[in-house]
């Protein structure tokens, strides 16, 4: 790992931020979302499947020029915005909202999948106990897709991690601002002689994806083994 950069580090400290970042801002939303497409039924709900799923069809580079548009300084909602100090075009939060918008999709298909498969009469008997929805929904729904939600909460992390498309497009390569690993691969790649510098950040993404994946396996067993004891 001594072909590293302190540059180098940067990136991958500033990577785990985002990911991190996007993912905790992201996985109450796509529960929402995943509970209205697993249970809803309302007009329009076909059109917010698709919206959902957009990202994974669109070309990351389009989805990250959309955001640049939208939110850019000049752009209908970054003008206002930059107005109250909030700032997202070129900047680490950019690439922290390129990563949540990229990984949205990934987070909410386990979400969706968890929820639909939780029987309906154990709702229902919840209900005739005299349960409200929100106590039906904490006691009932979120503990029974818990499995859901650290798949999609992986997904999303190790998306984050990976995302370069739209992360580039709307947040750019600023060293030590909004260079992120999965660029700094890309330019180790472009530089003559930067294949073992590439190589190495290879191995660092391909550590920390397998930790989380290790990490989350054994937090899903964790919680299903005390229901199997009962």
Request: charged content about 15%; proline content about 7%; glycine content about 10%.
């Amino acid at each position: 790992m001594s072909v590293l950069t302190a540059g180098d580090l940067e990136a991958v400290a500033l990577s785990l931020r985002v990911a991190a970042i996007a993912t905790l801002v992201s996985l109450p939303v796509a529960f929402g979302v995943a509970l209205a497409l697993a249970r809803g039924r309302f007009p329009g709900r076909s059109l917010l499947d698709a919206m959902v799923h957009l990202p994974l069809v669109l070309p990351p580079v389009a989805t990250g020029y959309v955001l640049l548009i939208l939110l850019g300084r000049n752009g209908p909602l970054g003008r206002p915005l930059a107005e109250m100090g909030v700032v997202f075009a070129f900047d680490w939060t950019g690439a922290a909202l390129a990563s949540a918008v990229m990984a949205f999709p990934l987070m909410v298909r386990p979400i969706r999948l968890a929820i639909e498969a939780i029987d309906p009469e154990v709702d229902e008997v919840a209900r005739t106990l005299g349960a409200g929805p929100m106590l039906r929904l904490w006691r009932v729904t979120l503990p029974l897709a818990r499995p859901g939600l650290i798949g999609g909460a992986v997904l999303g992390f190790a998306k984050g991690l990976g995302e370069f498309g739209a992360t580039i497009t709307f947040a750019a390569a600023i060293p030590g601002q909004t260079l992120t690993l999965p660029t700094a691969i890309y330019q180790a790649v472009q530089t003559p002689g930067g294949e073992a510098r590439a190589l190495a950040l290879c191995a660092v993404a391909t550590a920390i994806a397998i930790t989380a994946v290790v990490a989350s396996n054994a937090l899903v067993r964790a919680i299903e083994r005390p229901g199997r004891g009962r």
